[in-house]
């Protein structure tokens, strides 16, 4: 058995007993009797008895549903589970039931925008207008929308208006490629596209007007394109085919805002896997399955408290965009930043922090291992009165970040690492304000989420590593990819390895103490000797040594039984990649891991390959080192710097 490792955070009484999820387990010992031991007990029941669990969510949360159910859900077996039937309901029906007046429903700030707030009023109006917009153009439920927008109001008010006639919901960040979006939107054939003539990132603008008249070419279905101007004020909609301001569009009367209701199972949107090797994956959510799985999230496991401001660092192209609007059905005041998170510098985000009074920070892992490599000291120098907790997702966070959260950033803060999936749209694992934050450890597997760690033989296994699998059905599962009739790549994607069990492709390990190792992508496993070593160990290690910024490891399988396994580093400006600094990663890997985490060797490169999402693309480099052709191993479109890869191409040549 592990060690124990040591605890960073233990909610104190006061915490606990006023945080929501004490709350909700105070109303099933009320309402249903049940008087569970602890946090394990009722997530035990809460996957056990699945059908009372969710039932139980949707009578806590009193969701407004237009027709009555006739059960919570049917006894089909993944993914053909069905929800709730006969129900029929809104997802933004119930945002708007939360609105509070006594706070702002949004915050906003960007690299070209001072901190401003919209009211609740103003965000009803809002939307009430636009969405008779949309009605006045013949938008009707079912029809797709889509955004080529930046983190901004503006994108919160055209889902929403999309959302409540029963529009299905799409969205790029102005920052792909028009082949990417096209990739994306051209699947789903919408009727209408919001976008705006340009934005700004890293002090520097960017005109999009080009990229825009090219979706309107590509995008032979859309009606109407709404035009914001937001880098040149001056920029008009006259060049766009069906083109109109957005100013114009806000001109509609509207004698107020209405809610189509809508079946439980109807698409709310359409989210995209990366599309790392072809076409991207459209993945669509039902209205009822998110609206359930967003208020037992927000409420339970990020504890997000009416009037509270969360934010979390996204664009539009990530579903933690998604993720941040479905803060405000718990009541929350949603936090939107648009612009770098390192300009001026990586100081920016936490200046904002205490400028906006943010109760709920969120960022990548990344962010968080560039503020600790910086030596940055956030409480020092910004406060953060505020701040009650910290999220992290997108990686595996490494145990020396979890210390710097509470050594730098804020020592009594609640640090909710967590990892799920677009897949979802939410996490499988994450916060628990019952339970403590142990070093390198997420706390927790979330209600209703039957997660477990399958060994080789398919069994579930504790305290050692194995495939994250999913072994009941939840409602915010996918109800089918866009154009895939029969279901096949749903089926591939999750269920071909343990037929009736979700494979969700990352490597876990389930402690004793029911927390959670999350060791990166089950199909980037580095395979040494029989031993499996999950990537997340090296880029631990790599992260402790200062003169590099970033790393990617692969392990390759030769000819004759031979293994290859070399370390990709990106050094610091100014730093290079000397003997030493070798010899220093290679005895942090042996003394903190094992002789088997040694690469074989450790190469400097230009840059790392990512996707626009920022994944590393460990799997495609493998591919093009074994000699795959560079645009069969990854689809450049669908990559934040697909010249990165040309290093891989050369590099491969040499490996025999």
Avoid at 35 to 49: H, I, K, L, M
Avoid at 293 to 300: G, I, P, Q, S
Avoid at 385 to 407: D, H, K, N, Q
Avoid at 516 to 528: E, H, M, P, Q, Y
Wanted: aromatic share 12%; proline share 7%; net charge negative.
């Amino acid at each position: 058995m592990s060690d124990t490792p040591p605890i960073l955070w233990q909610p104190s009484e006061s915490f606990a007993r006023h945080s929501r999820l004490k709350h909700y387990l105070n109303w099933l010992k009320e309402k249903k009797g049940l008087d569970f031991q602890g946090y394990p007990g009722a997530w035990a029941w809460s996957v056990e008895q699945p059908a009372d669990f969710w039932e139980s969510i949707w009578e806590y949360f009193q969701v407004i549903s237009h027709s009555p159910y006739a059960r919570p859900m049917s006894d089909d077996p993944m993914p053909d589970t069905r929800w709730f039937e006969g129900s029929t309901l809104n997802y933004a029906e119930h945002i708007f039931r939360s609105k509070n007046e006594s706070h702002p429903a949004i915050v906003f700030q960007s690299e070209r925008h001072a901190l401003r707030e919209v009211s609740w009023a103003e965000l009803e109006q809002a939307v009430a207008r636009m969405a008779a917009y949309l009605r006045s153009i013949g938008v009707e439920k079912g029809d797709r929308v889509v955004a080529f927008l930046p983190n901004i109001p503006e994108a919160t008010v055209a889902f929403l208006a999309a959302c409540s006639i029963g529009a299905i919901w799409s969205s790029c960040s102005p920052d792909f490629g028009v082949h990417s979006v096209v990739d994306r939107f051209q699947q789903i054939e919408p009727k209408v596209l919001f976008a705006v003539d340009g934005y700004q990132y890293n002090g520097k603008p960017y005109d999009k007007m080009g990229a825009v008249g090219e979706l309107c070419d590509k995008l032979p279905t859309l009606g109407k394109t709404i035009l914001l101007p937001y880098l040149d004020e001056q920029a008009g909609a006259g060049l766009l085919p069906n083109g109109i301001l957005w100013a114009e569009a806000m001109k509609t009367e509207a004698a107020g805002l209405s809610f189509e209701a809508v079946p439980f199972a109807h698409p709310i949107w359409v989210l995209y896997s990366s599309g790392t090797t072809g076409i991207p994956k459209a993945i669509t959510h039902s209205h009822g399955g998110v609206l359930l799985e967003h208020y037992k999230y927000l409420a339970f496991h990020n504890d997000v408290h009416p009037g509270e401001r969360f934010f979390w660092f996204s664009t539009t192209g990530w579903m933690m965009w998604n993720f941040v609007q479905a803060s405000l059905l718990v009541g929350a005041t949603i936090v939107l930043y648009d612009g770098s998170p390192g300009y001026p510098d990586l100081n920016v985000l936490w200046a904002f922090t205490e400028q906006a009074g943010i109760h709920h920070f969120g960022t990548s892992a990344p962010y968080l291992v560039a503020c600790m490599k910086q030596g940055l000291q956030p409480g020092k120098d910004y406060g953060l009165s505020r701040l009650r907790s910290i999220g992290s997702t997108g990686a595996p966070l490494p145990p020396e970040a979890f210390g710097y959260v509470y050594r730098e950033i804020k020592e009594g803060v609640w640090l909710c690492s967590m990892s799920g999936g677009t897949d979802v749209c939410t996490a499988f694992v994450g916060g628990c304000p019952l339970e403590p934050v142990y070093l390198g450890e997420i706390q927790c597997r979330c209600l209703g989420c039957a997660l477990y760690a399958f060994d080789d033989d398919g069994q579930p296994a504790v305290d050692e590593v194995g495939e994250m699998v999913i072994t009941r059905p939840m409602p915010s599962m996918p109800i089918f990819f866009w154009n895939d009739e029969d279901k096949q790549r749903y089926l591939a994607s999750y269920f071909e390895l343990y037929p009736g069990v979700w494979r969700h492709g990352d490597w876990v390990k389930v402690t004793p103490r029911h927390s959670l190792v999350i060791l990166g992508r089950s199909d980037a496993t580095l395979n040494r000797q029989g031993i499996r070593i999950g990537t997340a160990e090296i880029y631990r290690a790599v992260n402790q040594v200062r003169e590099v910024k970033d790393s990617l490891i692969v392990n390759l399988e030769l000819s004759g039984g031979r293994h290859y396994m070399p370390l990709f580093v990106l050094m610091n400006e100014g730093e290079a990649l000397t003997d030493e600094v070798k010899g220093r990663l290679r005895q942090i890997l042996r003394s903190e891991y094992s002789p088997r985490h040694v690469p074989d060797e450790i190469i400097e490169v230009r840059d790392i390959p990512y996707t626009i999402s920022g994944k590393k693309l460990e799997a495609p480099v493998k591919k093009i080192l074994l000699g795959r052709p560079p645009e069969k191993a990854a689809n450049p479109d669908s990559m934040r710097n697909p010249e990165s890869l040309d290093f891989f191409v050369e590099f491969g040549k040499g490996i025999e």
